[in-house]
């Protein structure tokens, strides 16, 4: 704590904030430590001091200094390796930017893939694909693939951040959706940049496989044999790179497709969908080819990637999250992938019945859906105010109504469908329904644990639209004549 002290009397103490200037007095740090001890052990059990800025939600907030438990910079100084920045590391040559071999190459990428997918389950970006150090910069990237695979996934990132947001379907426990300052290329690469430069690494890796498919056909001589062997292992590598290259495109289309107004693109996102379930069950039969990490704890290492480069930059959080393994990632992947093709399906119907109970039905199933597949599903539903960007949802409860109860103000050879006063009241009613009914969609994707809270929410609703039916009816009957 700093104390300052005035320079005309020695006896007055005034204790300041210690971020507040004080160019005219002189400033110490005085120890308070021994005093607050003693003045705490005056306090019986149970008793809190409470003072005009600090109170329990203060004390209960509060961390304990060098506690490993408490104090995530405590991290650091366990960890047996001094931490050093993407730059640092660059600067002193002690990172590999290009000339990577090819389990290496894998290796990463596999990484990845496995911090995403540890990120859409509910751990923050800076634990997860921001331990890699090849996105703080990837500019600096010499490899062209790993520059396009890596430039390709932060733009992954920042779609399924967006359509996770937008959603709204989310709980603190199912996802974190802050970026804590890093870049995610929304400005700096276009979509049409970023999908030009997996082209771009995907003709590069074609044109080697070619040849050495030319070489192992010509093979021929003493050594021909264990030369084959080694030509084949470096095309089994090359065809492995080539698969997580073309995974990278298919997904990030898929993204940028359904971002496209009124499910314009839901017939391109379903073929990239496709697409990446094909190039899931390649990748899952060379996932033995990359490195892995050594280690355990904060001390698994690997090329690339430092758990506790952004310690510093989090609040108080114990420890750098368990990444899952990459078989585990995949089995989240191909999961995701096929909950994507029933939105698909959802998103192509008209019929507010049908899609309420397609609806249920997807909500409902086991596994429950992936949060990727539920916030997709809410955004393409509920898109400009329009149901799947194209159909008013007032339109589509009077068409409901009419095909469940056909009642005489909605059918058109009816004397109460002509009255002017009866269209209007009918309007009216359909127009306040709305409301209550996109809640009860919404609430259905929620995870299953806030269900009953969404639930009862949405029937307090619903019990109010009874009440109008009743009120909508009486002043029909009273107003009109049969």
Not at 124 to 148: M, N
Not at 217 to 237: E, F, I, Y
Not at 380 to 398: A, C, S, T
Not at 432 to 459: E, I, T, W
Request: hydrophobic share 40%; glycine share 6%.
């Amino acid at each position: 704590m700093k104390q300052t002290e005035s320079t005309g009397d020695e006896s007055s103490v005034q204790l300041v904030e210690s971020s507040t200037p004080a160019k005219s007095k002189k400033e110490t740090w005085l120890d308070v430590t021994e005093t607050f001890t003693r003045c705490a052990q005056e306090l019986g059990i149970g008793e809190l001091l409470h003072g005009e800025k600090f109170g329990l939600e203060c004390a209960m907030n509060a961390m304990e200094i060098m506690d490993p438990k408490m104090d995530p910079n405590c991290e650091r100084k366990r960890a047996q390796r001094k931490i050093c920045s993407f730059r640092q590391l660059l600067e002193g040559g002690s990172i590999k930017v290009k000339d990577f071999s090819s389990d290496e190459l894998l290796g990463i990428m596999d990484e990845l893939l496995t911090c995403l997918v540890t990120w859409l389950e509910g751990q923050c970006l800076a634990q997860t694909v921001f331990t890699c150090l090849y996105t703080h910069d990837v500019t600096a990237i010499e490899d062209r693939a790993l520059k396009a695979f890596c430039v390709g996934i932060i733009k992954i990132c920042s779609y399924l951040r967006d359509v996770i947001f937008r959603g709204g379907v989310h709980e603190d426990e199912d996802q974190q959706t802050m970026t804590f300052g890093f870049n995610l290329l929304e400005k700096d690469v276009t979509d049409q940049k970023a999908t030009s430069m997996l082209k771009e690494a995907d003709d590069v890796v074609s044109r080697s496989i070619r040849v050495l498919n030319a070489s192992v056909k010509r093979g021929t001589g003493a050594n021909a044999q264990a030369d084959t062997t080694d030509v084949k292992k470096q095309l089994r590598c090359s065809n492995a790179v080539l698969s997580r290259i073309r995974f990278c495109k298919a997904l990030l289309i898929m993204c940028v497709q359904l971002d496209k107004l009124q499910c314009s693109g839901l017939d391109a996102a379903r073929e990239q969908t496709a697409a990446a379930i094909k190039h899931t069950s390649e990748l899952r039969e060379t996932l033995d080819i990359g490195i892995r990490r050594e280690g355990n704890g904060i001390n698994a290492l690997m090329l690339g990637f430092e758990p506790l480069v952004n310690q510093r930059l989090l609040p108080a959080s114990p420890r750098p999250p368990a990444i899952m393994s990459r078989e585990q990632a995949l089995d989240y992947i191909e999961t995701s992938l096929r909950e994507m093709q029933q939105v698909y399906c959802i998103a192509n119907l008209s019929s507010l019945h049908t899609i309420q109970g397609s609806c249920s039905r997807f909500s409902w199933q086991l596994p429950f859906p992936t949060l990727l597949s539920r916030s997709y599903l809410i955004c393409l539903f509920w898109e400009r105010e329009k149901v799947f960007g194209k159909y008013n949802v007032d339109e589509l409860i009077r068409e409901a109504v009419q095909m469940f109860t056909s009642p005489p103000s909605l059918c058109a050879k009816s004397k109460l469908a002509a009255s002017q006063s009866v269209k209007d009241i009918a309007d009216e009613f359909a127009f306040g329904c709305a409301q209550p009914m996109l809640d009860l969609f919404q609430a259905q994707f929620y995870h299953r644990s806030k269900h009953r809270q969404r639930y009862f929410n949405v029937f307090k609703k619903l019990a109010v639209v009874q009440a109008d039916v009743g009120g909508c009816h009486l002043i029909i009957v009273s107003s009109c004549a049969f």
